[in-house]
């Protein structure tokens, strides 16, 4: 008997099976490896034998155990004791139960019914049922998804069960009346395409959703996606004083199940809704949509395959929507605004041109920018400086010599030490090492910050703007920013995040910094950046101002911003990618990890590898890419792959590529 294993020792590691999930002669009893034949399991307590012929045969059923390392899946006998107690009735596809693997008991997931195993071999039964877990059609959706994005489905699937058992769903929701809004421009976005294409509307940042949500509400029960778990508090919110029954994932998700409206961030993907009409999908350029482990899925390319597999209705929300968004709708299924009412929707953009300032008099701020951050404009004001820490890049003032680590070569950031607030530290942002602040070449220990982080920042806007100053970073509690009565707010781009409220000045300190990172999608995220920043300001009768200090003012993400016309960073995107094969227009994965120098000299030799059509590109920071002209060629050339022991990551349509 097989452990079960398949060699890997970690979700990313072991070698998956995805034909298990599809034959049913792919596995016979307990961990038997699909391509060894027929093995059968030796006796142990509990264990059953099946009958040969037609007569008698016992109930059985394929199960995906909740383990790492293991991607196969397991035949298991029904007790019979459960026929007559009514856990038989109550099991089915989906259903979370328990069972023995390698003579220990794990968790699993029911992922076939009523299968036919091997003649002869041995059957262990189930030994619990846990409770309710996703639906047939969900099981679905996760093969479909671990084979796009080749990575195991257990992870999938346990972000589609509940967060805590459910033996049994609440009872549906009462009828509900949906406030009616009146006619819109996007209304005709809902109607259903033949060939299951989204819509997408181009909504200006300060146009309100609720109309739109409300549209989706209206045509039954709906699953709504939105990119923060703030933003999904708010707008459940909203709903809920409308009157329409809503359920916020994961928290509620016996109630989504019953019936009604759903709405969650990205693992909301997976909610289960009881009778799939709409789905809609709110920022979907956003990146939080991405998940960060393997394998690398994104809500809104799930919650797009739901919609086409039911049927129904999907609309992609944003207002600089993505380029594979547009180009999975297509040209007749995007719905934009009059000029008029888009331009009205963004804020007044201020580019503030630094190619002329004196830098080293000025620095990070340029001379025009003072007024604004002593409050003139108005109040609050949100600085942002995508840049930890206190320094990102160091020299020695006596002798001018980079400070960077002996060993790894990295420019070392200085930072606040850990024993006292007066002491900082130079530390490497590889391993973390720390040392006192003195220069390897002569042992100078006076520093000059040639790239200030948001800690040193904060000093030098509090002498600048002669008031105080609040620090945002990502583990800011939000609730505590919305009664904060400070007017000069200044962190990474979590600040555009944490505060709520409507806010006078955004002021992006240093823009070339994001429009020059080494990204495939830096104007894609750029642009982000931006479509946030105008979300807090409000639209162009509020008064709020969007500042941009930049070298590169004739750039087309900013050019886009300038003009409220978000087309003209589409055009010239899509352009590019289509150009050097970059997604949509071609398939890219991202392959790292102590073993991925085996598996790329195993994928040199696997056949269709030589196809001109495929490229692998690197190793570089030990890594490597590969890219293929569409997602199933490239799917189909990882799995092909015998996947070594070992840490292995492979991130298919990489953020940060």
């Not at 189930?126 to 309710?132: A, W």
């Not at 008099?361 to 007024?371: I, K, T, Y």
Request: glycine share 10%.
């Amino acid at each position: 008997m097989s452990d079960g294993s398949g060699g890997g020792t970690a979700p990313e590691q072991g070698r998956l099976a995805f034909d298990d999930l599809e034959s049913s002669d792919g596995v016979s009893g307990v961990g038997v490896e699909p391509d060894e034949g027929t093995v059968e399991a030796p006796e142990s307590e509990g264990a059953v034998r099946v009958p040969e012929s037609g007569d008698g045969l016992k109930r059985v059923v394929r199960v995906l155990p909740d383990v790492a390392a293991v991607s196969k899946v397991f035949d298991y006998l029904v007790p019979e004791a459960w026929s007559g107690d009514g856990r038989g009735a109550r099991l089915g596809i989906g259903s979370r139960v328990r069972i023995v693997l390698h003579g220990r008991r794990v968790a699993g997931w029911v992922v076939d019914d009523e299968v036919q195993p091997p003649p002869g071999v041995a059957l262990r039964p189930l030994t619990r049922l846990s409770g309710l877990g996703p639906t047939a059609e969900m099981i679905e959706i996760a093969r479909w998804a671990a084979r796009r994005w080749v990575g195991p489905m257990a992870g999938l699937l346990s972000t589609a069960s509940p967060p805590t058992m459910v033996e049994a769903l609440p009872s549906p929701p009462d009828p509900w009346t949906v406030p009616t809004t009146g006619d819109r421009w996007y209304d005709e976005a809902w109607q259903v395409d033949s060939e299951g294409r989204p819509s997408v509307v181009r909504l200006p940042p300060g146009d309100d959703v609720l109309p739109l949500a409300l549209a989706a509400v209206r045509l039954g029960d709906a699953l709504i996606l939105a990119p923060t778990a703030e933003a999904v508090r708010r707008l459940t919110g909203r709903l809920r004083r409308t009157g329409v029954p809503v359920s916020a994932m994961p928290r509620d998700w016996a109630r989504a199940a019953a019936g009604g409206t759903v709405v969650g961030a990205r693992a909301g993907a997976w909610a289960p809704v009881r009778d799939l009409r709409a789905v809609l999908v709110l920022d979907e350029h956003d990146d939080a949509y991405r998940e960060e482990r393997t394998p690398t899925w994104n809500a809104r390319d799930v919650a797009v395959e739901r919609a086409r597999r039911a049927g129904v209705p999907c609309v992609l929300v944003s207002a600089n929507p993505s380029v594979e968004s547009l180009e999975e709708a297509g040209p007749e299924r995007v719905w934009v605004s009059s000029r008029s009412d888009e331009r009205a929707g963004w804020p007044v953009v201020d580019l503030i041109d630094r190619r002329t300032d004196d830098t080293v008099r000025s620095g990070l701020f340029s001379p025009s920018l003072v007024p604004v951050l002593r409050g003139e404009g108005g109040d609050p004001v949100v600085c942002v400086l995508n840049r930890k820490g206190r320094s990102r890049l160091l020299a020695c003032d006596a002798c001018g010599v980079l400070a960077r680590c002996e060993v790894h070569g990295a420019a070392l950031v200085e930072e606040r030490s850990t024993e006292s607030e007066d002491l900082t530290v130079l530390r490497c942002p590889v391993d973390g090492a720390g040392r006192p602040v003195v220069c390897d070449s002569c042992g100078g220990t006076r520093m000059k910050n040639l790239r200030a982080g948001v800690n040193r920042v904060r000093e030098e806007l509090e002498a600048l703007a002669g008031r105080p100053v609040v620090e945002v970073t990502a583990e800011t509690d939000p609730s505590a920013l919305d009664g904060a009565h400070a007017g000069l707010f200044v962190g990474t781009e979590a600040v555009l995040h944490r505060i709520g409220r409507r806010v006078a000045r955004v002021v992006f300190l240093d823009f070339d910094q994001e429009l020059l990172a080494p990204r495939m999608r830096a104007a894609d995220q750029a642009m982000a950046l931006l479509g946030r920043a105008a979300h807090l300001l409000g639209p162009r009768s509020t008064g709020g101002r969007l500042i941009i200090q930049t070298r590169q003012p004739d750039h087309e993400v900013l050019q886009a911003v300038l003009h409220a016309d978000p087309g003209r960073l589409a055009v010239a995107e899509r352009e590019r990618r289509n150009i050097l094969g970059l997604p949509p227009f071609g398939a890219l994965a991202r392959v790292s990890g102590a073993v991925a120098p085996t598996f790329m000299a195993r994928l040199d030799e696997v056949e269709g590898r030589s196809s001109p059509d495929v490229e692998v590109m690197g190793p570089r920071d030990d890594a490597w890419l590969v890219r293929a002209p569409d997602s199933a060629t490239l799917s189909d050339l990882l799995l092909s792959v015998d996947r070594p022991a070992g840490r292995l990551r492979i991130e298919v349509d990489p953020a940060r590529a």
